[in-house]
């Protein structure tokens, strides 16, 4: 689809503005996949093997002899792929693999974390964000590093740079980024402020106003370590700019503004003013980095507010876009936007991936991009170009006053969507008579659903793909041969506008403007996701509720920057508030994607004063809990990205007690992705209701092996060798569900 540069500041489209090839040294200073020259680390425990490493980012077209050590040196991998030339677990033995080692954290809370591993080290985090690093042949315990700050955040990991001399992990936890001695797991003081940076300052305003906190790990080239970080989803909240920060003192390298100042490239896509109030367009989920261009990838997700945005009216760069960076400078140098105006938190959720293809005969670097909408995009690496055509397909207009929706939306040609893009009443659940009754006659009061559908005020639409995807923060993987594998989540949500009523006490105007979005106007909830906070009063003490809101639990976050007064007050109207009769209304946002949900910063009323909040922003699920809509409920594909086919595809996920009833295969909510290895297997855990581990054979789709494990396994797995050995390593910790228990426990397998 080409763009002039004026068009694409009106249409957010693709745009490139390369000078030319970019090729650096990047030397050994990378967390990518070419440390080739690190020797005797990692506390002595073993000498690394030189030559281990080979990038698969840049479509290497043959996996190497297997060395003795074999690394998993960066979130993803290596070069993000989630690929591995190891084989010595393969079809033909993987119904072999046993468990090698356990660590158990003894903690609460969930894990999302892909651990790394270097040498003979793994390095994860704990549920309540302490840093680890294990023996990687054994799981024992080396050191642990546990931050001096309140709370906690769930994490996805940690990132490793190395000079070959001195070896650093920087890991997030809630707004800071720690640098550790990869050796010793003690703080580096001369880094930052006293061994961290705070990603609140350097933003907008006040930096103890802002929330921000880096959830997914920052990328590595050179000596940076760039990141973005999670942004509230509702005012207020500041700009999700992305930097780079030096890794040796922490100092600004660079920022980009995805919410464009004056006189910079998309400006004219807000009001003239937004620059200094609009929120998030954050990069959440990652990136990825081309160490040979010296590019760095990074997805962003929708600005606030989620569903309104009469006070952002235009296509707004660069939320919903993906940014080909110079990871040396951070210029922008191509850029495509996925969704215009996004009304439907439609985020781009994970890493893009590195994928080599064969085209016309000749071998061509690609970064594929995947979407909560269901839709995998491609694109020439070095240029942007899409490499299946694009086209802007129309949409109805919003029936909202203030909003202004754009009039079209950018689909790809190619692949077909691997999630269902609509909901009718033919696709509804038969799970049951009673059940399929129900659905039927909640569904004839709601708007129908399908893409790009805008939300409505007092009534609501059914959002599918739902706002857990499609695609979610997992990612995909990638084989050198340029087939992805994606799993996704398959059901539809429930999303609407309601005018608010005004708000009385200090506590009622913080509850509205700071916990309404989760917890309903009524404080209803929508349990299990998300608690209701009517009759609280009566389990936690005064003391409790404090300290939850000052510290957070679970996926909600700390509002640390609440005054004591409103603290207080807030407090007071939740313990003595008087409770509503009669059923409560469905208006509750819940707490099921990875990145935080509720907005902690300043809560001046001023830059609270929406004229809607959100009702709805839950599943549509029937009386027992289960999707609405007919399964499959989750999947998982194989994408041939040379010609844009499907390979195979199969619900992933069960429901045990719905298998004993005789209904298996019907997919599942599934969190954390998949890791594609030479040996011809597709190993994940992700399903969230079943708890299991699988291989899967990446060619047919055919399960060959799987596991129950201690929690749910909604993490990414990594696939390493020690001493010969190959493992595979999954995060178990559980936490999207209150039907499951959480914990944390490190859990390698390996052939007896």
């Excluded at 140098?333 to 064969?358: C, E, K, M, S, Y």
């Excluded at 506008?497 to 209803?524: D, F, K, M, W």
């Excluded at 909604?714 to 010969?724: C, F, H, I, R, S």
């Amino acid at each position: 689809m080409p763009h002039s540069q004026a068009a694409a500041a009106q249409c957010g489209g693709w745009q490139c503005s390369l000078p030319g090839r970019r090729n650096f040294d990047v030397g050994v200073q990378t967390q990518m996949g070419n440390l080739r020259a690190v020797a005797a680390i990692a506390l002595g425990l073993g000498v690394y093997i030189a030559g281990s490493f080979t990038a698969y980012g840049s479509g290497a077209p043959a996996a190497p002899k297997e060395q003795v050590t074999q690394d998993w040196p960066a979130y993803g991998g290596h070069d993000g792929t989630h690929y591995s030339s190891l084989s010595q677990i393969n079809r033909g033995n993987v119904k072999n693999l046993v468990v090698a080692w356990k660590y158990d954290t003894g903690e609460k809370g969930g894990l999302e974390v892909n651990p790394i591993i270097v040498g003979k080290v793994l390095y994860a985090c704990t549920p309540a964000g302490s840093v680890i690093a294990l023996d990687a042949a054994t799981g024992k315990l080396l050191w642990k590093f546990a931050p001096a700050v309140p709370g906690r955040l769930l994490t996805r990991g940690v990132s490793y740079w190395t000079d070959g001399h001195e070896s650093r992990i920087f890991a997030g936890f809630r707004s800071y980024v720690y640098a550790i001695d990869a050796t010793t797991g003690k703080g580096i003081p001369s880094f930052g402020e006293d061994g961290r940076i705070d990603l609140r300052k350097g933003l907008r305003g006040n930096y103890l106003e802002n929330t921000v906190a880096l959830t997914t790990p920052g990328s590595i080239f050179k000596d940076l370590i760039i990141v973005g970080g999670s942004n509230p989803e509702t005012h207020p909240a500041p700009p999700g700019d992305i930097r780079a920060f030096d890794v040796h003192t922490g100092a600004v390298r660079w920022t980009f503004h995805t919410i464009p100042h004056p006189g910079e490239f998309g400006y004219d896509t807000w009001p003239k003013e937004a620059w200094k109030d609009a929120g998030a367009a954050n990069n959440w989920a990652g990136m990825s980095v081309d160490t040979e261009r010296g590019m760095v990838y990074a997805p962003t997700g929708s600005a606030v507010f989620d569903f309104y945005g009469g006070d952002r009216i235009g296509n707004d760069l660069f939320a919903d876009t993906l940014l080909a960076l110079d990871a040396e400078t951070g210029k922008r140098i191509w850029h495509f936007q996925g969704v215009h105006h996004d009304l439907w938190d439609r985020d781009f959720v994970a890493p893009p991936g590195l994928l080599t293809l064969t085209r016309d005969g000749k071998r061509v670097d690609a970064v594929s991009q995947t979407t909560k909408s269901g839709f995998v995009y491609l694109f020439d690496r070095t240029t942007g170009k899409p490499l299946f055509p694009i086209q802007e397909s129309p949409y109805p207009a919003s029936t909202v006053p203030g909003e202004v929706t754009s009039p079209t939306q950018p689909l790809p040609t190619a692949p077909a969507p691997y999630t269902q893009q609509s909901a009718t009443i033919d696709t509804l659940t038969e799970r049951t008579p009673e059940a399929h009754a129900w659905a039927v006659k909640q569904f004839k009061t709601m708007i129908g659903g399908g893409q790009f559908v805008p939300p409505s005020v007092d009534k609501l639409t059914v959002d599918m793909p739902g706002f857990a995807g499609g695609g979610e923060w997992g990612g995909t993987a990638a084989d050198p041969e340029g087939v992805l594998y994606v799993n996704a989540n398959d059901t539809a949500w429930l999303v609407g506008l309601t005018v608010p009523p005004p708000p009385g006490s200090l506590g009622e105007r913080v509850y509205q403007t700071q916990c309404s979005s989760c917890h309903g106007i009524n404080r209803a909830g929508s349990p299990p996701a998300v608690p209701a906070l009517r009759g609280i009063e009566g389990i936690l003490t005064d003391e409790e509720i404090t300290a939850t809101i000052r510290q957070g639990k679970g996926r909600m976050p700390a509002f640390s920057s609440l005054s004591d007064d409103e603290v207080k007050a807030l407090v007071r109207y939740l313990t003595r508030a008087p409770q509503q009769q009669g059923p409560p209304r469905p208006n509750v946002r819940a707490a099921a994607s990875a990145e935080p949900v509720a907005a902690e910063g300043a809560s001046e009323q001023a830059k609270n004063d929406m004229p809607y909040r959100t009702i709805g922003f839950r599943r549509f699920t029937d009386p027992e809990g289960y999707p609405a809509t007919a399964p499959p409920w989750g999947t998982l594909s194989a994408i041939d990205m040379n010609t844009g086919k499907y390979l195979w595809k199969i619900p992933f996920g069960e429901y045990p007690e719905l298998v004993t009833k005789g209904m298996a295969a019907t997919g599942s909510d599934n969190y954390g992705g998949p890791v594609v290895t030479s040996g011809g297997l597709l190993f994940i855990g992700a399903s969230v209701f079943d708890q299991k581990f699988h291989a899967y054979d990446k060619s047919t789709g055919k399960l060959l092996w799987e596991t129950e494990l201690p929690f749910s396994g909604l993490a990414t797995p990594a696939t390493y060798m020690v001493d010969g050995k190959q493992y595979v390593v999954i995060a178990a910790g559980g936490g999207q569900s209150s039907r499951k228990p959480s914990g944390g426990v490190y859990v390698a397998f390996a052939l007896p």
